[in-house]
């Protein structure tokens, strides 16, 4: 899967989305210019058997954003049930 970090109404919003996907045209989907794109990349879900893992990591050719450290944390919460 592929993510993109957003800063809407102040805030880092995650989007992950599916791979054939280009991270400019999620962008652009979402009606948000580069600028407002704070990270991007890919992320996996690594599942144990007591707790699950995820990890963001890499860059989006299509808008030149690498991925950041805080991203992994930032996306976890978000798949917290």
Do not use: W
Not at 6 to 24: C, E, L, R
Not at 48 to 56: D, E, F, I, L
């Amino acid at each position: 899967m592929k993510y993109l970090v957003v800063d809407m109404f102040g805030n880092d919003f995650p989007v992950v989305f599916p791979d054939f996907v280009d991270h400019s045209a999620m962008l652009i989907q979402l009606g948000l210019g580069k600028d407002r794109c704070l990270g991007a990349g890919f992320v996996r879900i690594y599942s144990g058997q007591m707790k699950s893992t995820v990890s963001a990591f890499g860059k989006s050719q299509s808008l030149g954003i690498m991925s950041r450290l805080e991203d992994s944390k930032l996306l976890a919460r978000m798949f917290e049930a």
